[in-house]
């Protein structure tokens, strides 16, 4: 029996220390994840409220009458060539070093110990850059302190202290450039008049800071001390303030500001050198050339952007306040809003793709060496875990219904939008198996056919001669023309001009409709913001689009204009977009594609009554009101033309061209019904970027003796015909 005892009390302690043991790992596990579940919450209501605030910027580009979208940041990226990214690259690595050398200047001082080897510390300087953003307020940048006392070494106060440090020499080095800014003559008034107060506003948090470190951390240390016994609560923070507040009187006393000034000038440059490499490289790509911005305005957006990044707002990675803060400076320096906003939400997403390909890297040296064998820090108490527990499900819902409808939105806006971007401006087709067909095709048929063309560059408009095939071009101006419309008596034409040099045809605002003279050449503005004009039958009135919601009749002899329609009026909604009217000059009724609030094609009686026709687009009246046509679902590529004569019969069938070229757009009847001339590619479906061939088609023929009139593989868009 005595045996028996002598080995039952080590039973006992296996079995105890087995439980205690197995209690530990249930308490880790607990702990690990509540850690990981408040990690996702604050991750989705970061990523939602980065998203929203872009939302916003979205929305108010919308406002501005402009667009802005994923398709417009995808082709601004595609202008980033390899070789500038590796510039780039170059340029954050030579940072990443001065960065590191400072590091190292002032950590020796802060620790009043010998320095710290290099090579850990630029590890741990990678992982900064990439961190530094994660967190709002720059709050990232304690991981960086934390990381310096695993790999390290260094002392929580001391790090600290260095960081602290660090972050006061970056703002002071601002101030002189502003200040140099504000002086400058040849600075735009508006950027001197605000960077003035930029200048004395950082001044301001200079001064402020650097009392709060040094005299004012001090007392405060000494105060806490001497009103804390050494065994009372509050002991431990007095201590960490006392060593805090000595670790940065060593850096003051350690006679190394001025070369950390100088490292800090060299670093600034390298930072701001390579992000305007960058905003540089977008802006040059196409679509983004109105964009283009001086080397001081684009170095106060930076220095904006870098302001709204450091905000105490909890977004990820600061997307959606850095761009906020460098647009607003831009839209005040008189930068387009969309433009703005594109350009830095690309030079974001570059650039932390390559700070975060660094950190990532150097965080995984981080832990695969000895640098990172330490024990995880502890999580928050079972008070935190219950504050979040009831709010849990409700906020990740909410911020993952968020997310995905932000999402949602932007795939939709590039799925339809990819003409956010000027098209390439192509080349002739050699190889045209189809010009012998048009040739004899169009033998016997007298006139012209004139539309919108980018083979020289962005649209202007050209004309085809249909008795030779010869092609002229009647504008040549640098911005996009398109609708060109002939009129009545063929000498003039008119037609619509973009606002600025790239305007997408999804855009109804900026644009002006011009009046083009054939026979000498002369054109003047006729209406501002408006589009999608066209002729009345006498030739003395010209009909608009503007700004998307109202149809406005011009008096070409005086220069009058009266609104005939508006979204808002009658029985059209308020909200709804007139696209591409059409004005009956017999009934007075007008035929036009509803988008916005309500989707669908309409007539509006001249009482505002409104009939329905149905779906698809391009509604338009024949001569002599004999029916309405318009493009619509069906066909062999999911469209075709159809008719109707309104309040009799349904749509029926028009015409479906054969393969390939049988995606069908931009109808266009000849004064006397006998022609209609089109658009039409072989796949493509954006009007001013897809490969569409003008067609010539006798209405009195099948399809497939539609006529193909041009052979190149640009856009041709919105054709209109003139019969001798």
Known sequence: MAGVYRVCPMQGMIVRGFLRASRDNMLMLGQSKTFISQSLIRLVLATSLSLALLAILLHLIARSGSEANLVMVYQALKGVTAEVFSLYALIVGANMVLRTLRYHLILPASTGQHGVAFWPLFVVTGVRNMVVDLLPARLGELIFVTMLKKGCGVSIPAG???????????????????????????????????????????????????????????????????RTRPDGM???????????????????????????????????????????????????????????????????????????????????????????????????????????????????????????????????????????????????????????????????????????????YQFDRVRIAQSQVAPATGQPVTNAPDGAKAAAAITGVSGWVVWSSNRFGNHDILKMNLTDRSISRLTHHPHAESFPRISPNGRQIVFARSREPWVPLRNPIPWDVYLLDLDSGHERRLAEFATAPTWSADGRHVFFQRRGSEFVKLNLANGEE?????????????????????????????????????????????????????????????????????????????NRLYRQLPGAGSP?????????????????????????????????????????????????????RAVRLTFHSGNDNWPDIFLE
Request: glycine share 10%; charged share 15%; aromatic share 10%.
């Open 234 to 408: 509050m002991a431990r923070p007095a201590r960490f303030l006392l060593a805090l507040s000595e670790a940065l009187t060593r850096c003051r006393q350690g006679r190394i500001l001025g070369r950390a000034l100088l490292l800090t000038v060299a670093i600034r440059v390298l930072k701001y050198g390579g992000l305007y490499l960058l905003f540089d490289a977008v802006v040059a790509s196409p679509g983004m050339v109105a964009v283009g911005a001086d080397f001081i305005d684009v170095l106060v957006a930076l220095i904006a952007s870098e302001a709204g990044a450091s905000l105490p707002m909890p977004t990820l990675m600061s997307f959606g306040t850095y761009e906020a803060g460098g647009a607003a400076a831009l839209v005040l320096l008189g930068y387009p809003l969309a433009g703005a906003v594109i350009t830095l939400l690309s030079v974001h997403i570059a650039s932390q793709v390559l700070d975060y390909s660094v950190g990532c890297a150097c965080l995984g040296l981080f832990f695969l060496t000895r640098m990172g064998n330490s024990n995880v820090a502890s999580v928050a108490g079972s008070r935190s875990v219950g504050r979040w527990t009831r709010w849990r499900a409700p906020l990740v819902f909410i911020g993952l219904l968020g997310a995905f409808g932000l999402s949602l």
């Open 652 to 704: 029926v069938p028009w015409l479906d061209l054969p393969p390939p070229y049988s995606h069908e757009y931009f109808p266009k009847l000849s004064k006397d019904g006998r022609y209609l001339v089109l658009g039409a590619s072989a796949g493509g479906h954006e009007h001013d970027v897809a490969d569409y061939e003008i067609f010539l088609w006798p209405t009195d023929m099948s399809a497939d």
């Open 562 to 638: 009266h609104v005939l329609f508006r979204a808002g009026m009658g029985d059209i909604p308020a909200g709804v977009e007139l696209q591409t009217p059409s004005l009956s000059p017999f009934s007075g009724r007008l035929a036009s594609t509803w988008r916005g609030a309500r989707r669908m094609t309409a007539i509006v009686k001249l009482d505002g009554t409104v009939q329905p026709v149905g779906e698809g687009c391009q509604l338009a009246w024949a001569p002599q009101d004999a029916f309405v046509y318009w493009v619509d679902h069906g066909g062999l590529m999911q």
């Open 160 to 226: 600290l202290a260095t960081l602290a440090l660090s972050l006061l020499l970056d703002i002071f080095i601002l101030i002189p450039v502003l200040l140099a800014v504000s002086l400058l003559p040849l600075a735009t008034p508006a950027l001197q008049q605000g960077s003035l107060p930029a200048a004395l506003l950082m001044g301001g948090l200079w001064v402020v800071g650097a009392v709060v470190l040094w005299p004012g951390l001090r007392l405060l240390a000494r105060w806490a001390q001497a």
